[in-house]
């Protein structure tokens, strides 16, 4: 598994989403994700919405995951 993969499953699975993705050993990565979706919800439903996007692979594949999520209004904020 790597950053992009990741990317592209966090993507799929949250239309309409923007990921950044990093990590150097393909085992522990950091993520950013930016979703409308996430708009009125607390940071750790925003995380189970995107680890819903990755299944079964959270704790195999990619044994570590630090999600950074934003939502389009927040993310021009800190732009």
Same mark, same amino acid.
């Given at each position: 598994m790597n950053a992009?993969? !990741?990317q592209q499953l !966090?993507?799929?699975g949250l239309? +309409?989403?923007r990921a950044q993705v990093e990590g150097a050993d393909e085992v522990h990565f950091e993520?950013? &994700?930016v979703c409308?979706?996430? /708009? +009125?919800k607390l940071p750790l439903a925003r995380h189970r919405? &995107?680890? =819903?996007?990755l299944g079964g692979r959270m704790g195999g594949e990619i044994? /570590? @995951? /630090? @999600?950074r999520t934003l939502t389009p209004d927040? =993310?021009?904020l800190q732009s």
């Open positions: 992009q993969q !990741i !966090i993507e799929a239309p +309409g989403s993520a950013t &994700v409308e979706a996430f /708009a +009125g919405m &995107v680890y =819903a996007t044994h /570590a @995951l /630090a @999600l927040e =993310a021009r």
